[in-house]
Structure formats: C-alpha cells, structure tokens
C-alpha cells in the first residue's frame, strides 16, 4: 500500500520556467491538498480538492495553479516559477476532510527556483 | 499571521525521560491535530482530539486540549531514540482550513 507518492522527489527550475507536481494517492479518499513548507513557516495550504473535478484556493494560492480530473490524482502547476516558489511541496489526503480526518502526506518534492 | 505557535521550538532530553510540547492557536477550533514529521519525510498523523474532547491517549502518547485556554499540549512518555523528530500541532480552524504551527524540535539523546 503506496499510500501518497509523490514526483518528482526534487527539482530545480530557472525562474520563468514551469513545471507540474504529480500526486497520487491509493486509498480511495475524496479530498486531497497540497501544502508549502518553508524554514520557520510551518505549512501553509496552497490548493485544495473536495472531490474530482472540483478545486479552491487555500491560504498561498497565488502562482499555482491545479487540477484533479481523476480522483486519485492531484496535480500542482507553476506556471512561470519564482525564486520565492522555492520550497518543499507536500501532497496530503484525506477520507472525510480535515474536519473529521486527519491528512496522509506523501514524502515531498524539493523544489529550487534560480 | 494565522499560523499556530509552539513551545519550545527545540527540546533536548535523555533517553526514558518525558517530553512535552505545547501549542497555542488564536481563534475557535472543531479539533486539533499533531504530526510528526522525520527529517526529509512527510508529516504522519499522530492523533485527532476534538473540541468536546479534553484529553486523549495513544500509546506512549499522551494529549490534552484546554479550548479556554486555546492549547494543547502533547506528553511523550518513556522517550526513545526514534522519537527524534519535529513535532508540529494543526489546529482545524472550518471548512478545510488546517493551520499549522511551527514545530518543535524534539532530540532524544542515547
């Protein structure tokens, strides 16, 4: 049981460029997230997904953009990468929501944006 | 900011001795969550306490929540090597907004 995996584990993009973030996740959960974590920042939400087919902004959405067209998959865009999008991305699920079940996270992506 | 504080922000105790971390959120929550989180990996659940809730146990673990109060507090009893990591606690704060604090640093010292 994979749980949530996500790739690439690490990247570095020159600023300007673009690239998208895959997750995926096995155990049949509705809602998914994706999350930013910076040094002395905790995480921050980024997107959200209640369902497939369905996305809303969190906290840091600008600069990202994502899409769910299949329910175990979320997918994180950047568009035109900025040194202030270098971070680590984390992808988390959940069954019920955070209301009423905690987040499975995947192992991260390392990204550095030059 | 929206962010969750914690307390301390690094601990350092010996092996068998208790840890705790506290954590303080700023508005009214429908439950609080902590996580830890080994060095390059992803966040793992450790347990869910609702509102209603006062205290709650797993394992060597134990947490309380005073919503008075807006904390909580997670207990590490009997600290082993593997519980080196840093803690964080989430507090649910509606809809799907989960906020974090900044973590605590925990190192168990052999």
């Known amino acids: 049981n994979a749980g949530v995996t996500q790739t690439p584990k690490f990247r570095v993009l020159k600023t300007g460029q673009s690239m998208t973030l895959l997750c995926a996740q096995d155990?049949?959960?509705?809602?998914m997230y994706w999350y930013r974590q910076d040094p002395g920042m905790g995480l921050r939400l980024i997107h959200y997904?209640?369902?497939?087919?369905?996305?809303a902004k969190g906290e840091v959405p600008d600069g990202y953009n994502v899409s769910r067209l299949k329910k175990q998959n979320f997918l994180l865009g950047l568009e035109s990468a900025a040194p202030s999008q270098t971070s680590v991305y984390f992808c988390?699920?959940?069954?019920?929501?955070?209301?009423?079940?905690?987040?499975?996270f995947g192992n991260g992506t390392r990204l550095t944006v030059t | 900011s929206q962010q969750g504080e914690e307390d301390p922000q690094a601990l350092s105790i010996q092996e068998g001795e208790n840890a705790t971390m506290n954590c303080s959120y700023k508005?009214?929550?429908?439950?609080l969550q902590w996580y830890r989180q080994n060095s390059g990996r992803g966040l793992v659940h450790l347990i869910l306490i609702r509102s209603n809730e006062r205290e709650k146990h797993s394992g060597r673990l134990r947490v309380t929540l005073d919503t008075s109060k807006k904390s909580s507090s997670l207990l590490i009893t009997a600290s082993r090597a593997a519980d080196t990591a840093s803690y964080f606690c989430?507090?649910?704060?509606?809809?799907?907004?989960?906020?974090f604090g900044q973590g605590t640093r925990l190192t168990i010292n052999p």
């Open positions: 997904s209640v369902g497939e087919g369905t996305t």
């Open positions: 988390a699920s959940s069954a019920l929501g955070t209301r009423n079940s905690p987040l499975h």
């Open positions: 155990m049949n959960h509705e809602y």
């Open positions: 508005t009214s929550i429908n439950n």
């Open positions: 989430a507090s649910q704060q509606g809809a799907q907004k989960l906020v």
